[in-house]
């Protein structure tokens, strides 16, 4: 009976209790939520919202309703008697508390106590981007990005926190979904090749910046420049969503520079002919020459070869996606299409990417996913910068030379032209590579106690390269009969990755975790090559048409890590955070005597806004106090850099075999030691937050070509010899001027300060070019003569003799020989600091944001400047500036006086270094989002127009083609930066676009 | 059952890791090291042929060696037109410490010795006696090459012995094979220089086959000897040399010049030639001195002829004189029928050479050994179409060797050793000698500078 009584009671309540609930979920804006979830806590009951924001739910009255969604502060409502709930979230936008990825697991900002910099896809995804480093620009404190050069497919140099190595890789090593990206230039003309160029822009989910050595020490021997893990977006618990992208844009070149056209070409020409004592009648026979024929008296040739070289290109880019998922399995897919044209003859590309990426809950104590990315990259190249057939170089034509004959075909005459026309590789040449990349990855997540996870992933990675190039009739290949190389590239990584983690609370405040793991990762490269010649025809320029077959070969390597880890994580009620963490990475890159190495770390943090004394202060919000040390290795050296390596030649046909490298069977590693320093605050509320970050990090063991005799028979070896110090201060500052639903306006500044000094060298000093190592120096210091002007009674070009006195100074008096003058370290390639203003404003429907960019302190030397600006000594055309050459005795200029085939100030001195500082409107977005109301008439959640304009407008007094452009066939060099030789400029690009989200 | 969940899941652990260890271990596939390099006599084969192949380098004896020669012994015979610097330096004598084509090639000639040393240090793996005479005496000619030009470029001249013991270039004989075996030598003097050239070439004649296909034979060793000889005054070794060599009967005279040069295969008066193939060696000399039809650069050519140069002709009926073109219509820059291909042997020393230096030998010493001056001399001028000489001055014979060697590396060592001007230059001046690379100087500090830089 009492039974009966106690079941009736109970359905009694629920009968009378038991309420259906119904409503809309928005956020913010009053745009509805789909796929909002919504449970009933303690219970099993929950719903979703559906398209409209709209859910049903039943619960009792006195019960609590927890509404979700990602992005938002969750939200709880008790049920009371209404049953109609208008529900708005509220984003979550406390910047101290976002997820990171720290390798092998993520965390909050909170919670760490490292240096690391995100920047999340909701901060970029309104702003289009033609390549994955373009996105880091002026995104985060300490990262420095360059694009070597205009070519669409160009690499950039990506420095975190300075460069702390000579010898090794200067790159950041990339982790793209726990996978270490393949990162090494497979360009086959010395002109680097974006090794990232096929990741689709649009597929980024978060990109961290692991800057310290206590962040990227879990990477252990590869993290010295730095980690950069990007991850890719993955599908949710919601109802399928659908976004389309489409774009199209303008490209054009940036700047343009003033040449001599042909009256003034012949006016200076005659005239330093005039003063070298050659005689009217002989130049105006060159005259002939150059002009082919042509009446150049009377104006009937004036070639503007820079406006040849450049072009104006579209730029079009579809993208579409769909995501979404159930609590068992979410997905996420997308593909897309870009072709980008480039502002160079002859350049551009096209890419396809397709990517899928799903996570299971395979059993209710276990969960698996995998994600593959494929992509397919063609592009259209041009000869590097260092080329007489670069299309800017043809910008060093006399404008007196016909670019075409009449029947339309290049002028290769061999007098006409002072170097080979490259329009004649643009008509019957041909230089094209594929790029086939894939990218996977699969795991496995195991939960085997409350407290510990076993994960086990597999990834893989490959890059493959083909490059097909011909050189016909009119190329400097025409006396051999055209020339064809056909050349491939297959480079494959495996990792597997274990790890268990673990985590703990001991008492109510007192969280410990920890993670315990290793991995081992192979990489193996083959490439082909086949070269031919002797071709009937431009029109067949496969190698199958080439009567001789002159050269092949293959070639193999491999190199691999075997890497364990561990990591520990101690955290005291929210105040007090510590990490400690050890890797071991052994690698059969390093010497037999060294192979593997200890990379220990540890951080600490004190939330001081935590403490009692502070939780109620209402102009500090948060405040952190960070404390890091750690060591990090370089490991990017040849893969047999440590043996003596003999290698095959011939000569005659037959057989040879010459040593090729000398080895240090100590090699190992470079090791870097750096301490970061850290506060993170919020004031008013959290309506301004900062971080500012003092680091100093220490190279030892440098990894270096360290020359030798000559007489040895070598040059240099790889050895650990020498230190680096690299020293920084990094700002930023975020403020949310106004927030409320109608208009919202971000505002961040960026200050970053690097000052990078050699700190010891035992070799002494080593002199590559125009650049310097030297003690006490930056690296890859400018040593040049340093140039005086002109002498106005003669017009000689004077240099000053800067040689030590005897108390130390420097001899300031002046020579017109430069052979008695000294070279002088004078500024280096790198900037004293970066800033950046980042704003972004949402107005209603309207959204606006923009990109400032400025660098300041750095030098560039133009290379190309003693032909391009050498007062007349080569044929080469000037620009317009040399004009203003010595004439007269008493005329004061900088020019020196024309003096034709004679050397008159064309040395290399500061005569052709220039300050780089510039101010870069890097980007521009205006959008405008049709009400969503008005949209959802037609089933779109959301539809956006923009205007987007990069690099629209550049400040500087820089007067070659763009301050951030250097030689690209230095790209890969160590030591040898901050050089341009006719190198392109960025582009300057308009595009409109449309985003749709259904 | 849960321990034995976590045992299974840490003994997958371990062993998935554990396992990779010994995976560390990874040689090249490419390369091999210094365990497996030496051990056979084919791999010390192999790398004499390596020591060649880098002699035949366009850093060297690829054409740079030449370029440099010509363009330091240049008084308006010849006029640079290309780009390049460094090239631009020597046509001017005035070369800097820095300039990369000299350090280019005394790294590439110490990396030929270095070969040439590995090889003579591992002789004894040879059984067949015969192939290691021959792989000695090959080894010892190319170190001797070397040396030879080395110390002509980068000491003072040495006629009569005036400089013997100035500064020569470093003697390195011990092989470096790994990071320990490097030395940081000093400069020999130019006299002990000279002396260890010709010990090895005096060795090399004795152990080398008479004749060896297109490698180093008994016949160059002589020739070089002979012309090593006639360099440092000594006329009756160079006499006697070059007349073994002539009346060997292993080489004639080409009837026309156009067999002379250009050739894939050596002619039959290339008593040693370097050679190029499509698939490998290099010439640097077409590049220079060919028009871009024939695959020069286009400078048209880097280096043209010019008239003063054909003022040492008696008659313009001398095929020599006529061994030019000039590109279409409106007229390039004069270049030389010499280096018209690109794959194409490097002559070094012809039997036209040897004929000349038996003659001026003869002449000084007062000696008819092989034949008389005069006829040595009107060999060489009938085959270049022209009348024979009657009578003989010494100036005839240096008039001769102008002709017939041209723009073969040869003037600025003729001027040198027969005191003549260069132009404003004596010749003796230190602007004719090369200053030794700073890159050089600045690794070791025991290497002193040449005077004038």
């Keep these: 009976m009492a039974y009966a009584i106690f079941v009736l009671l109970c359905c009694n309540t629920v009968l009378a209790q038991e309420l259906t609930i119904t409503g809309t979920v928005t956020d913010n804006r009053g745009i509805p939520l789909p796929g909002t979830n919504i449970s009933v806590v303690n219970s099993t009951k929950g719903a979703q919202t559906d398209f409209d924001g709209f859910f049903t739910i039943e619960a009792n009255k006195g019960d609590q309703l927890l509404f979700s969604y990602v992005g938002f502060l969750p939200q709880t409502v008790t049920v009371t008697n209404e049953t109609k709930l208008e529900i708005t979230m509220q984003e979550n936008v406390e910047g101290l508390d976002q997820i990171v990825i720290i390798g092998y697991g993520t965390s909050t900002k909170k919670k760490i106590a490292t240096s690391i910099g995100t920047i999340r896809a909701e901060d970029i995804e309104d702003i289009k981007f033609p390549s994955i480093q373009s996105l880091f620009t002026g995104q985060v404190t300490g990262v420095q990005v360059a694009q070597l050069s205009g070519r669409v497919e160009s690499g950039f140099k990506v420095r975190v926190r300075g460069v702390s190595t000579v010898g090794a890789s200067q790159e950041p090593l990339y982790v793209l979904d726990g996978v270490p990206l393949i990162n090494e230039d497979e360009s086959i003309n010395n002109s680097p090749i974006n090794p990232l160029i096929g990741l689709n822009p649009n597929d980024v989910e978060s990109i961290d910046f692991l800057k310290d050595a206590a962040a990227a020490a879990i990477y252990g021997a590869r993290g010295t420049n730095g980690v950069v893990i990007i991850t890719t977006k993955k599908g949710t618990e919601s109802k399928p969503k659908i976004t389309l992208n489409t774009s199209t844009g303008l490209n054009f070149t940036t700047k343009k520079r003033d040449f001599l056209n042909a009256a003034q070409y012949i006016e200076l020409y005659s005239e330093a002919a005039q003063n070298s004592g050659v005689s009217q009648a002989e130049i105006e026979a060159r005259f002939d020459e150059l002009a082919l024929g042509r009446d150049w008296r009377n104006g009937e040739v004036d070639t503007d070869w820079q406006e040849l070289a450049f072009q104006e290109s579209v730029t079009t880019d579809l993208n579409v996606a769909a995501s979404g998922g159930t609590d068992k399995a979410q997905y996420y897919m997308s593909t897309s299409y870009n072709k980008t044209g480039g502002i160079i003859l002859g350049n551009g590309l096209d890419r396809y990417t397709l990517r899928g990426k799903t996570d299971v809950n395979i059993t209710e104590k276990s969960k698996a996913g995998f994600n593959i990315n494929l992509s397919k990259v063609t592009i259209d190249r041009i000869s590097n910068d260092n080329s007489f057939i670069s299309p800017l170089q043809s910008v060093a034509q006399s404008p007196l030379t016909p670019a075409l004959l009449e029947d339309g075909t290049a002028n290769v005459d061999g007098n006409s032209t002072l170097y080979q026309n490259f329009l004649g590789q643009e008509q019957t040449g041909r230089f094209v590579t594929d790029i086939w990349r894939t990218t996977a990855n699969i795991y496995g997540d195991f939960y085997i106690n409350d407290h510990l996870n076993y994960v086990s992933e597999a990834g893989y990675d490959s890059n493959r390269q083909s490059a097909e190039r011909f050189s016909g009739s009119l190329t400097e290949f025409a006396s051999v009969g055209g020339f064809g190389t056909v050349s491939t590239a297959n480079t494959e990584r495996y990792i597997l990755t274990n790890y268990l983690k673990y985590n703990t609370t001991i008492g109510s405040q007192f969280d410990i975790s920890a993670t315990l793991g290793g991995s081992f990762e192979e990489t193996t490269r083959a490439s082909q090559f086949t070269t031919g010649q002797q071709f009937p025809s431009d029109d067949l320029q496969t190698l199958d048409n080439a009567v001789i077959i002159t050269n092949g070969g293959s070639n193999k390597t491999k190199y691999n890590f075997l890497s364990y880890f561990a990591r520990s994580r101690f955290d005291y009620a929210n105040k007090y955070a510590m990490t400690l963490s050890i890797r071991r990475d052994g690698s059969s890159r390093f010497g037999s005597n060294s192979q593997f190495g200890w990379f220990p770390a540890a951080s600490a943090a004190w939330t001081v806004s935590n403490e009692s004394f502070l939780s109620n202060s209402q102009f500090l919000s948060s405040l952190k106090l960070r404390a890091s040390w750690g060591i990090t290795g370089n490991a990017e050296i040849g893969n047999f850099a440590s043996q003596n390596l003999y290698g095959l030649t011939s000569y005659d046909r037959r057989i040879g075999v010459s040593p090729i490298q000398l080895g240090d069977p100590e090699l190992k590693w470079e090791k870097t030691t750096q301490y970061d320093f850290g506060v993170d605050f919020g004031l008013f509320n959290n309506v301004v937050t900062g971080e500012i970050d003092y680091y100093n990090k220490t190279t030892n063991d440098l990894l270096f070509n360290q020359p030798v005799p000559g007489t040895s028979g070598f040059t240099s070896i790889v050895r650990n010899v020498g230190e680096m110090e690299n020293k920084g201060i990094e700002v930023r500052l975020s403020t949310n001027i106004i927030s409320n639903s109608d208009f919202n306006w971000n505002l961040t500044g960026l200050f970053t300060r690097n000052v990078n000094t050699l700190t010891n060298l035992p070799s002494g000093d080593i002199i590559d070019g125009v650049n310097i190592l030297r003690e006490g120096e930056s690296l890859s210091s400018f040593y040049l003569y340093e140039y005086a002007g002109v002498d106005s009674d003669n017009g000689d070009a004077l240099y000053y003799i800067n040689s030590v006195n005897a108390d130390g100074s420097l001899n300031r008096d002046t020579t017109n020989d430069v052979s008695q003058a000294n070279r002088i370290v004078v500024g280096n390639p790198f900037p004293e600091f970066q800033v950046s203003l980042n704003s972004s404003m949402k107005f209603n429907n309207f959204d606006f944001a923009f990109i400032l960019q400025g660098e300041y302190g750095a030098s560039i030397f133009d290379q190309a400047g003693k032909f391009t600006s050498g007062n007349a000594q080569f044929f080469d055309n000037q620009t317009v500036d040399q004009l203003n050459r010595w004439q007269n005795p008493g005329d004061i200029t900088d020019v020196p006086q024309a003096r034709l085939n004679e050397e008159n100030g064309q040395a290399d001195s500061t005569r052709y270094l220039q300050n780089a500082d510039f101010i870069r409107l890097r980007n521009v977005t205006l959008g405008y989002t049709i009400d969503p109301t008005f949209s959802s008439k037609f089933y779109l959640d959301k539809v956006r127009f923009y205007f987007s304009g990069l690099n629209l407008l550049t400040l500087t007094d820089y007067d070659g083609y763009d301050p951030q452009s250097t030689a690209d066939f230095n790209g890969n060099s160590g030591v040898r930066s901050g050089v341009s030789f006719y190198s392109a400029p960025p582009a300057k690009s308009y595009t409109f676009g449309v985003n749709v989200e259904f | ?453």
């Design chain 2, 1 to 453: 059952m849960k321990n034995f969940k976590y045992i299974i899941t840490l003994t997958l652990f371990a062993t998935l890791l554990l396992s990779c260890e010994e995976r560390l271990d990874i040689d090249p596939q490419q390369a091999l090291t210094n365990e497996d390099a030496f051990d056979t006599a084919d791999k010390i084969s192999n790398i004499l042929i390596g020591a060649y192949a880098q002699a035949g380098q366009a850093a060297s004896y690829g054409g740079q060696i030449t370029i440099i020669t010509e363009l330091l012994g240049n008084n308006g015979e010849l006029q640079w037109n290309g780009t390049f610097t460094d090239q631009a330096e020597f046509d001017a004598k005035n070369v800097s410490t820095t300039n990369e084509t000299v350090a280019a090639y005394w790294l590439n000639s110490y990396s030929i010795i270095n070969q040439a040393n590995i090889v003579l240090d591992n002789l004894d793996v040879f059984e067949n006696e015969s192939q290691r005479n021959s792989v000695e005496g090959q080894a010892r000619f190319l170190r001797a090459v070397t040396y030879f030009d080395l110390v002509r470029l980068f000491a003072k001249p040495n006629n009569g012995g005036i400089n013997n013991l100035e500064d020569g270039v470093p003697i390195v004989v011990n092989p470096v094979t790994t990071y320990a075996d490097i030395e940081f030598p000093e400069r020999d003097t130019i006299e002990d220089v000279y002396n260890f050239i010709t010990i090895d070439l005096q060795e090399a004649a004795l152990l080398l086959p008479i004749s060896n296909r297109d490698l180093a034979s008994a016949n160059a060793a002589k020739a070089l000897l002979a012309r090593v000889s006639l360099q440092t005054g000594n006329y009756e070794s160079a006499r006697d040399l070059a007349n073994e060599v002539i009346s060997s009967g292993y080489f004639r005279l080409e009837s026309s010049l156009f067999d002379v040069y250009n050739n894939q295969d050596n002619s039959s008066e290339d008593v040693f030639a370097w050679q190029v193939t499509e698939s490998d060696g290099s010439n640097a000399l077409n590049t220079f001195w060919a028009t871009d039809r024939f695959g020069g650069r286009p400078g048209n050519p880097d280096i043209s002829i010019e008239n003063p140069f054909f003022g040492i002709f008696d008659t313009f009926f001398d095929a020599r004189a006529n061994f030019f073109y000039v590109d279409n219509e409106t007229g390039s820059g004069i270049a030389t029928y010499k280096y018209i291909s690109g794959v194409a042997n490097i002559p070094y020393i012809r039997l036209a050479e040897l004929y000349l230096i038996r003659a001026e030998s003869n002449f000084i010493l007062g000696t008819s050994v092989g034949n008389t001056p005069l006829n040595d001399v009107n060999i060489i001028r009938t085959r270049a179409g022209i009348f024979s000489l009657t009578s003989l001055r010494y100036v005839d014979i240096i008039l001769e060797r102008l002709k017939e060697l041209s723009f073969e590396g040869n003037k600025l060592h003729d001027y040198r050793r027969l005191q003549i001007p260069i132009g404003e230059l004596e010749y003796d001046s230190p602007r004719l000698v090369l200053p030794i690379p700073q890159r050089e100087r600045n690794v070791n500090p025991n290497l002193s500078q040449n005077d004038g830089y």
